[in-house]
């Protein structure tokens, strides 16, 4: 039997195994740090629609509460108070949901009010009303929330 034909192997050196190696390592990092940025994004979605759930219950709260002449200074208080004009500079309050906690801050400023000289000048006719609820230790001003309304009054008179 002739040896002549023999074939001649070829396979990876170990260079060329390591430098695949490092190529695959270096991949392998960015993946990792993407699965972190996910897995950190996913967080903040959770606290964000934690928060918006405060915020539009508290706003529904604040909604069903009668805005008249009558009612128009009752001291804000949740959930068994009203709109009271004091809340200009922001109502805080730590609320407590699913386990995290939540700083809210309402806001409720009289945007119109009676002209004077006419009976109840000066009172409110429409009100501002602002929730903004933030996760706590929130970095970034991106993870507060915040919901606006109007509030109106029936006043008589033109104005």
Do not use: C
Not at 78 to 103: C, H, M
Not at 110 to 134: C, F, H, M, Q, Y
């Amino acid at each position: 039997m002739d040896h002549r034909h023999q074939h001649s192997q070829q396979g990876f050196t170990l260079l060329e195994a390591a430098i695949a190696l490092v190529i695959l390592m270096i991949i392998g990092l960015g993946i990792a740090s993407l699965f972190t940025y996910a897995i950190h994004a996913n967080g903040n979605a959770d606290d964000r629609e934690l928060a918006m759930a405060i915020a539009q219950k508290r706003m529904e709260w604040l909604r069903t509460i009668p805005f008249t002449t009558q009612t128009r200074h009752v001291a804000y208080s949740y959930p068994s108070g009203g709109l009271e004009a004091t809340a200009t500079s922001g109502v805080s309050e730590t609320v407590t949901n699913a386990g995290r906690s939540y700083t809210v801050i309402t806001v409720i400023q009289n945007v119109s009010t009676v002209p004077a000289g006419n009976p109840d000048a000066g009172e409110p006719t429409l009100k501002r009303i602002s929730v903004s609820v933030t996760p706590l230790g929130a970095a970034t001003a991106f993870e507060t929330v915040t919901i606006s309304t109007q509030r109106s009054t029936q006043v008589t008179g033109i104005y």
